[in-house]
Nanobody
């Protein structure tokens, strides 16, 4: 199993920036991709961005050009740099780790960090 600890959330004004961090511990050797999801008030959880072990990235259309996902393999940490934040970015942001365990894909989730963007 992998434990994920998010940090960096908070309150920011529209147009501002935040950087989220997610540190993985445990069976990190089995991680093949990490990512961020979010769930806004009254909304379903949605994909924000993912990054694979080969640094291939994928973004939701709503954040392209504003958010950047990156990873530091030495620290087993993934980051989400968020710029030009909008009130609609307000959500709980969850870190995920996708693992290959003997050919079976498993996903671990962090507990989430709140991001609030004021207008």
């Amino acid at each position: 199993q992998v434990q994920l600890a998010e940090s960096g959330g908070g309150l920011v004004e529209a147009g501002g920036s935040l950087r989220l961090s997610c540190a993985a511990s445990g069976s990190t050797f089995s991680i093949i991709a990490m990512g961020w999801y979010r769930q806004g008030p009254g909304k379903q959880r949605e994909l924000v961005a993912t990054i694979t072990s080969s640094d291939s990235t994928n973004y939701a259309d709503s954040v392209k050009g504003r958010f950047t996902i990156s990873r530091d393999n030495a620290k087993n940490t993934v980051y989400l740099q968020m710029h030009t934040l909008k009130p609609e970015d307000t959500a709980v942001y969850y870190c995920t780790a996708r693992r290959d365990v003997g050919g079976i894909l498993r996903v671990d989730w962090g507990q989430g960090t709140q991001v609030t963007v004021s207008s």
